[in-house]
């Protein structure tokens, strides 16, 4: 059997690990400084960012102004956003939106709307309109530019179908000093042919999106799995607020519609929520009434279907213009058609889906985490924007600031390696002596019982009782996958198991920590919050409310 290393180490000035918009945006900025190699764990185009239909927010009308961005923004966080860092990138929003117009990003045009141009929507939390989107498919149409600049450019090298497993530390070199634990490269899987490579670089920048596939229920696609949490949080960096996550009010419900997402810029047009006997019900909830904040909006759906019994709930656009509809959603229509659903003359079913990780590998505003050398941007991070829950349509603002601050910072580096050459590691698990991977029906068993537990344990509401059942179970599974990745041959699936067995213990361990709502996290035992918001802290071999966080088994190589 060959060796599971390649033998020589490829060298890059930067690894970015992810090819969503934060990964793609900061390439193409640091590739001014030398050699930048991506590494994606499917084909390019597979990411978060490529399924956001809504938009980008920035203030770019001349109705709206950066006071009024950042009050909403600090609205929706709930008192957990760092207002300065929000700041910062609400007023360099108009400059990153002529960023990607330069690119060639074709946001819709409205000549007869405000002096701006654009054809700007609304969404929930917003007291503008401010959201700039290219109809309904704005993810894929950033994604697509900025992919086709990556491909073009010489200093940038995508791999696909690569999934990071574990980062290198400079110990595992044989580094001293305070280059000991700077963060050198990372352990990359060719899902292919299970073949592990090491990649090395002056700086690693994970950009590999959040972790919704721990979820049975989510909008996200397949490789929503938190590797770059997992990866970071293995290697020591510290991670925060892990137990805020962001459940999209409106996900279509249909036995065959695979996590398919209805944008919220369908209530910002107009469209309402209703019941199965037809009665609106968010103005029962909040001032806002539809255009509530996110966590508002998903927590009274989840609450009109457990007093009701019903499935699901509905959105109404009824009222609404037939050609305005499908003039501005034409995607969303034609799939919910696909499904037999008339988008614009029937209610739409539709249930809540966890959908974003509002925390992350913290950062500081150059999106430096806790390690010297590792970056985090995009979804993998927390930076102090979203706080407690995002506001709608800020995520892509974020991930192009974070990544263009990132770009600056990473050019400071010093180089690593120069003209030493480096010593491969010697991780405990590189010998080839293991057994083949489990049986497909073991790792589909507990792929499921993960989900499982944290959708039933660990959704929209919690209770202390339901996380404790929930801690237990996972811990339980993690244990047995650690086992099992220990003792074979590393391939994506397991790999991904083991990932989503880690993030899911941390979430609960986070949300029994937190002794109040707030947010996005809200419990019953304790239905308000603390007169002072405070972020969870997670580093590995902490006590975090009386629970020891997570340390890798013995002879694992975590």
């Known amino acids: 059997m060959a060796s599971p290393f390649i033998a020589e ?17 900061f390439a193409l900025l640091a590739a001014a400084g030398g050699t930048v190699r991506i590494v994606t764990k499917k084909e390019s185009r597979e990411s978060n960012t490529n399924y956001a239909q809504g938009g980008i927010a920035a203030a770019v009308s001349p109705l709206d102004d950066f006071d009024l961005h950042v009050r909403d923004t600090l609205g929706a966080g709930d008192g957990l956003c760092n207002e300065d860092v929000v700041r910062r990138m609400v007023e360099r929003g108009p400059a990153l939106i002529e960023r990607l117009l330069a690119y060639g990003v074709d946001f819709s045009r409205d000549e007869e709307g405000d002096a701006s141009g654009f054809a700007l929507g609304r969404e929930g939390g917003h007291s503008r309109r401010r959201v700039l989107h290219c109809r309904d498919l704005t993810g894929r149409e950033i994604e697509s530019r900025l992919l086709a600049a990556c491909l073009s450019h010489p200093e940038i090298t ?4 690569h999934m990071g497993l574990d980062l290198l ?6 580094l001293t000093g305070p280059d000991a634990a700077r963060v050198v490269g990372a352990v990359v899987l060719d899902r292919h042919t299970c073949v592990r490579r090491v990649y090395l670089a002056d700086a690693v920048v994970l950009a590999t999106g959040g972790c919704g596939k721990v979820y049975r229920y989510t909008s996200n696609p397949d490789i929503a799995t938190g590797d770059g949490l997992a990866m970071a949080f293995r290697a020591g960096a510290e991670l925060r607020n892990l137990e805020f996550v962001q459940f999209h009010p409106t996900c279509l419900y249909h036995p065959e519609a695979k996590s398919f997402l209805i944008s919220e810029a369908v209530r910002g047009e107009g469209a309402v929520l209703i019941n199965r006997r037809g009665e609106q019900f968010m103005p029962r909830y909040h001032p806002l009434a539809d255009l509530a904040p996110r ?9 009109e279907m457990k007093t009701s019994g019903d499935h699901c709930a509905f959105l109404d656009l009824r009222h609404l213009d037939r050609d305005q509809v499908e003039a501005r959603f034409p995607n ?28 992350g590998v913290a950062t500081d505003l150059d999106a430096r985490s806790s390690l010297p050398g590792l970056y985090a941007i995009g979804e993998t991070a927390c ?17 192009v600031f974070f990544a263009d601050r990132a770009a600056g910072a990473v050019a400071a580096e010093p180089a690593v390696f120069g003209r030493r050459p480096p010593r491969l590691p010697a991780r405990p698990n590189a010998s080839d002596d293991r057994s083949p991977w489990p049986e497909a029906m073991v790792l589909e068993h507990d792929w499921d019982l993960v989900r499982r537990v944290m959708w039933d344990y660990v959704g929209i509401v919690r209770d202390r009782a339901r ?21 074979s041959l590393p391939n994506a699936e397991l790999a991904e198991l083991r990932n989503i067995a880690l993030l899911g213990e941390l979430i609960v361990v ?33 006590v975090l409310d009386g629970e020891s966080v997570w340390e890798p088994p013995e002879g694992t190589g975590g």
Not at 169 to 174: P, T
Not at 295 to 303: F, P
Request: with cysteine; glycine share 12%.
């Open 467 to 487: 996380l404790d059942i929930a801690l237990a179970r996972l811990r339980a599974v993690r244990a047995t996958v650690e086992r099992l990745y220990a003792g």
């Open 169 to 174: 530390q400079g110990r595992e070199l044989g």
């Open 332 to 359: 969303l229509v034609q799939t919910c058609a696909g499904f037999g659903i008339d988008m614009a003359g029937e209610p739409v079913p539709v249930v809540p889906a966890a959908h974003y990780m509002c925390g």
């Open 295 to 303: 966590d508002v909006v998903a927590r009274s759906i989840d609450h």
């Open 510 to 542: 986070c949300a029994r920590a937190r002794h109040e709502s707030r947010g996005l996290h809200y419990t019953p035992d304790h239905p308000g919050p603390l007169p002072v918001a405070k972020d969870s802290v997670l580093v590995r071999g902490a």
């Open 158 to 161: 995508i791999e696909e179908d």
């Open 383 to 399: 930076t102090g924007v979203h706080g407690a829950n995002r506001l709608a349509s800020n995520s892509l603002l974020e991930a």
């Open 9 to 25: 180490p490829a060298i890059s000035r930067c690894l970015v690990i992810g090819s969503g918009i934060a990964g793609l945006q």
